[in-house]
């Protein structure tokens, strides 16, 4: 499966940007997909993820409550909408796919457990 992110940024802190990530070249619904980001200096981090159904969906403890992520397999697209930004969410962002069975219920929180990964998206939160 090959990923495109788009929807990076530069915001205001407490605005909203969203990322979305189209796929394409197999059955968008027998992929997991998740966030991540990468600041500059530092380790590339889990944001979010959300199974192949859809039904379940986890989140880093840094943007709970903040960040929302989401799939229209209509469109083969998964979204991660961003509210109330921070400095500390400034990264490049990244969306990654790992092969499940079809409306797997499962979602994966670890780099190493994604097979496929977009080229990322800048996101810039500064006044």
């Known amino acids: 499966v090959q990923l495109q992110a788009c929807g990076g940024g530069l915001v205001q802190p407490g605005g909203s940007l969203r990322l979305s990530c189209a796929a394409s070249?197999?059955?968008?619904?027998?992929?997991?997909y998740g966030w991540f980001r990468q600041a500059p200096g530092k380790e590339r981090e889990f944001v979010a993820a959300i199974s192949a159904n859809g039904g379940s969906t986890y989140y880093a403890d840094s943007v709970k409550g903040r960040f929302t992520i989401s799939r229209d397999n209509a469109k083969d697209t998964v979204y991660l909408q961003m509210n109330s930004l921070k400095p500390e969410d400034t990264a490049i962002y990244y969306c990654?796919?790992?092969?499940?069975?079809?409306?797997?219920?499962?979602?994966?929180?670890?780099?190493?457990?994604?097979?496929?990964w977009g080229q990322g998206t800048p996101v810039t939160v500064s006044s």
């Open positions: 070249g197999r059955t968008f619904s027998s992929y997991t």
């Open positions: 990654a796919a790992r092969a499940v069975p079809p409306y797997s219920n499962s979602y994966y929180t670890t780099s190493a457990m994604y097979g496929y």
